[in-house]
């Protein structure tokens, strides 16, 4: 079990930027993948970006060129910058992991932490 807490979320308007931080501790495995899931209300929840063990990064096809994922040195902390925030989004952001092993770029999200907030007006 890996222990997540999210921070840097809010409300800032259409054009804006934020960087969401997620603290990241509890990892037994050196190899494992993090990654940033939005949900906004009625709506599917969907991969916004993700970095997998082999250091692979995926963005979802909507925030590419604005939204960029990173990793501190130490690797205990997940970063988000978002730039040119749009309306569209608005939803609660969630910092997920798989605790690994694992391999390539494969990754099986099953820990979450409890979402920060974004709203774009």
């Known amino acids: 079990h890996v222990q997540l807490v999210e921070s840097g979320g809010g409300s800032v308007q259409a054009g804006g930027s934020l960087r969401l931080s997620c603290a990241a501790s509890?990892?037994?495995?050196?190899?494992?993948?993090l990654g940033w899931f939005r949900q906004a209300p009625g709506k599917e929840r969907e991969g916004v970006a993700t970095?997998?063990?082999?250091?692979?990064?995926s963005y979802g096809h909507s925030v590419k060129g604005r939204f960029t994922i990173s990793k501190d040195k130490n690797n205990n902390t997940l970063n988000l910058q978002i730039d040119s925030l749009k309306p569209e989004d608005t939803g609660m952001y969630y910092c997920?992991?798989?605790?690994?092993?694992?391999?390539?770029?494969?990754?099986?999200?099953?820990?979450w932490g409890q979402g920060t907030q974004v709203t774009v007006s």
């Open positions: 970095i997998a063990a082999d250091g692979t990064i």
């Open positions: 509890g990892f037994t495995y050196n190899s494992y993948c």
């Open positions: 997920a992991a798989d605790p690994g092993p694992t391999y390539g770029i494969s990754c099986e999200f099953s820990d």
